[in-house]
């Protein structure tokens, strides 16, 4: 890490690779781009599905099925599946020209784990859980640019602080597998909620059961102390290297604004779309895999912040598929800083089945209806280049025209500079 007075530093923030969904264009526009220092990867590195799995057809029609054929379970699975990954030019490209910090999130193992299991692992037919967790782990490890965990500490406790100079702090989380709680689950409460009394009973009772966690306590320390440290070293800026998204983000009311917004009728979408109908006339959150489903946990990561003196966090997240600008407050109102969110490299937009202007239109309504969120895009593919000097930030929301060969031409979809403001940051 460089020490000293440091004049800029230039990142590129990527997440969500999946191979059968195109090739990995993005990792090259980032590998030929001088002004990178260092890219951030927050997770969903691969995915963990089979040749017959989300993204089947469309692997298929480029021969980018996945390798090996079923869904990936042993350690030899998952290390076949890195050799695979790693087979991609935008791929070997970008590790070629760039050292890369990498942390997990959860297709690297499987989707949605919590501690005690996960949602895409069933014991009957896949064994014990934490048997294949540990496998996804030492592939990891054995494929990725990663430290073995200092002694003491497991391969699971991958939290890290790493300086820069005297510019900036990076701090990166551990959401899946050291402190989570069970997911929530809304088929199991959404046929329960009536009426606005039963939304505000869910919302407290049951999302904000103060038992619920996220980060372990370990972890939780470990946040507090890196940014002490940061500040004692009078740096200027403080990065939160996070997976999925942190921002309060409720569903506005699609089914009777989508029409309006977009000349798109409801009732000729998909039907995997109806739930969040259902949510947005109930105002609800978006997901529940998010910090959204832990809203306890989220005050809990605010107040350890605040302890320690940093109201000013950069938070850089991935997960979502989706592009975010997102300006951050606690409970009482407090403004704790910005979150910048990156779309896939290749994973797509949950909503690109409402059509270029349908999917518009829900970005917009999305940013209108929540006070954190200042805009979002849910169709492109790409990476966000964060460059800071000690008197400036500037996020580029970069984007790939093309996924489906390599082919592929690249934009500045959106640029944001960051400003402070009451003692925090907020976007200019």
């Not at 001088?34 to 298929?60: C, P, Q, R, T």
């Not at 501690?115 to 496998?135: C, S």
């Not at 592939?139 to 073995?148: H, N, S, T």
């Amino acid at each position: 890490m460089p020490a000293g007075p440091l004049a800029q530093l230039g990142i590129a923030i990527a997440s969500c690779s999946n191979y059968p969904f195109g090739f990995f264009n993005a990792y090259e526009i980032i590998a030929n781009d001088a002004d990178i220092d260092f890219v951030l990867h927050l997770g969903d590195y691969l995915y963990e599905y089979g040749a017959d799995g989300w993204g089947a057809a469309e692997g298929a029609a480029i021969g980018r099925a996945h390798a090996p054929a079923h869904e990936i379970v042993s350690l030899q699975d998952y290390r076949e599946r890195h050799a695979q990954y790693k087979t991609d030019l935008g791929s070997r490209l970008m590790h070629a020209a760039h050292p890369l910090i990498s942390t997990w999130d959860d297709h690297e193992s499987t989707n949605n784990p919590w501690l005690g299991g996960a949602q895409n692992h069933q014991p009957d037919t896949e064994g014990d859980w934490r048997t294949r967790r540990d496998a996804s782990l030492q592939a990891y490890f054995e494929w990725m640019p990663v430290r073995d965990p200092e002694p003491g500490l497991s391969r699971a406790e991958l939290w890290r602080h790493f300086s820069f100079g005297d510019l900036a702090s990076l701090t990166t989380l551990e959401t899946r597998h050291t402190g989570r709680s069970e997911q929530i689950d809304y088929g199991d409460h959404l046929e329960a909620i009536d009426n606005e009394a039963d939304r505000d009973r869910f919302l407290q009772d049951i999302l904000g059961d103060s038992s619920r966690s996220l980060l372990s306590a370990d972890m939780e320390t470990f946040l507090a102390n890196s940014l002490t440290r940061s500040l004692s070293e009078s740096q200027p800026w403080r990065l939160i290297g996070n997976q999925i998204p942190v921002a309060r983000t409720h569903v506005p009311d699609v089914a009777n604004r989508l029409e309006q917004e977009a000349g798109r009728r409801y009732d000729s979408l998909p039907d995997s779309h109806r739930l969040f109908s259902r949510l947005g006339q109930l105002d609800l959150p978006l997901y529940l895999d998010t910090w959204d489903g832990y809203p306890a946990a989220r005050e809990r990561f605010y107040q350890r912040c605040s302890a320690a003196g940093a109201s000013d966090l950069i938070v850089l997240t991935g997960d979502s598929h989706a592009f975010w600008a997102n300006e951050l407050f606690n409970d009482s109102g407090r403004r704790m800083g910005v979150e910048l969110g990156t779309a896939g490299i290749t994973s797509p937009g949950d909503f690109e089945d409402y059509g270029p202007d349908g999917a518009a239109a829900f970005d917009r309504l999305v940013a209108e209806h929540n006070r954190e969120v200042t805009w979002t895009d849910c169709t492109h593919r790409g990476f966000v280049k964060l460059v800071l000097t000690p008197d400036s930030a500037t996020a580029d929301y970069v984007v790939v025209d093309n996924v489906r060969s390599r082919q592929y031409g690249s934009s500045v979809l959106r640029s944001v500079d960051i400003v402070r403001r009451d003692g925090s940051l907020a976007f200019s």
